[in-house]
């Protein structure tokens, strides 16, 4: 049976730690490679940090936060947040990125999940899903309405795109993995979306890593029996309320097989 993986997030913004509420609302959380260092020593799988002030701001992720967090890191680190083009994918892979998560740019134009794909290996491709559960009531009448839509540019822009058909396009035109974050549950700490999880899972084969509301060990535990391969989280940890180790060993005695 394959391990599951446990990573820590760090939204950051400006060089600090930031952690708010469906994106919203943010407020310091420490200092990237404290943390990063931290989160390391209590055996977390991997790291993901996400320049989330960078799409926003149309500037380029803040390369030397990702230098400085790779000299203090051995695992595997993912980065996105102003990744445009394959130069700024480059870039990131430069710094000491393993993989590039890439969200707004890839919504916008489709094609770039393929040159990043045979520049750099599908391995090292992350699509990172933003999705906000939709109301009943469609625009049009009788318009078919998805169940949650694809929100970009840092949850504050809807682009009308079904979550779960980009989820299959993005996984067909060369994404390797899929960091699926609730919108709406972004947060709130009462869990993961578990139905967004498994209408993910159940249309493609492709990794994906859960995001958005971790509070407890049983909500991960939920959300992998839902189908994620992995789970992020972020306040849970920033906050001092457990460790990955603490976290481990929980989902050890549920059953549940991670790198301990």
């Known amino acids: 049976m394959l391990t599951r993986r446990i990573i820590p997030c760090l939204d950051v913004a400006h060089g600090r730690v930031v952690k708010g509420i469906r994106f919203s609302g943010l407020r310091d959380a420490g200092d990237p490679v404290e943390r990063a260092r931290a989160?390391?020593?209590?055996?977390?799988?991997?790291?993901?940090?996400?320049?989330?002030?960078?799409?926003?701001?149309?500037?380029?992720?803040?390369?030397?936060?990702?230098?400085?967090?790779r000299h203090a890191l051995m695992i595997p680190l993912t980065a996105g947040g102003g990744v445009k083009g394959i130069d700024d994918a480059a870039a990131l892979l430069e710094a000491g990125a393993d993989k590039v998560a890439v969200n707004t740019a890839a919504v916008e134009r489709p094609e770039l999940l393929v040159e990043l794909a045979e520049r750099f290996g599908r391995q090292c491709v992350v699509v990172a899903i933003d999705a906000r559960r939709l109301k009943a009531d469609a625009p049009v009448p009788g318009a078919p309405v998805p169940d949650w839509e694809v929100v970009i540019r840092a949850g504050t822009t809807s682009c009308g795109r079904d979550a779960l058909e980009w989820a299959e396009e993005a996984t067909t035109l060369g994404a390797g993995e899929i960091l699926l974050t609730s919108w709406d549950r972004d947060g709130t700490r009462l869990g993961y979306d578990l139905e967004l999880i498994t209408a993910v899972h159940a249309r493609v084969g492709t990794p994906i890593i859960a995001s958005g509301g971790a509070a407890t060990v049983e909500h991960l535990a939920e959300a992998f029996a839902a189908g994620a391969?992995?789970?992020?989280?972020?306040?849970?940890?920033?906050?001092?309320?457990?460790?990955?180790?603490?976290?481990k060993?929980?989902?050890?005695?549920?059953?549940?097989?991670?790198?301990?």
Do not use: K, N, P, W
């Open 39 to 69: 989160y390391q020593q209590q055996g977390g799988d991997e790291l993901v940090v996400l320049d989330v002030a960078a799409t926003v701001e149309a500037r380029a992720h803040h390369l030397q936060v990702l230098r400085d967090m």
């Open 229 to 247: 391969d992995a789970v992020l989280a972020a306040s849970i940890f920033h906050d001092h309320e457990t460790t990955v180790s603490q976290i």
């Open 249 to 260: 060993d929980d989902l050890h005695q549920l059953g549940i097989e991670v790198r301990r």
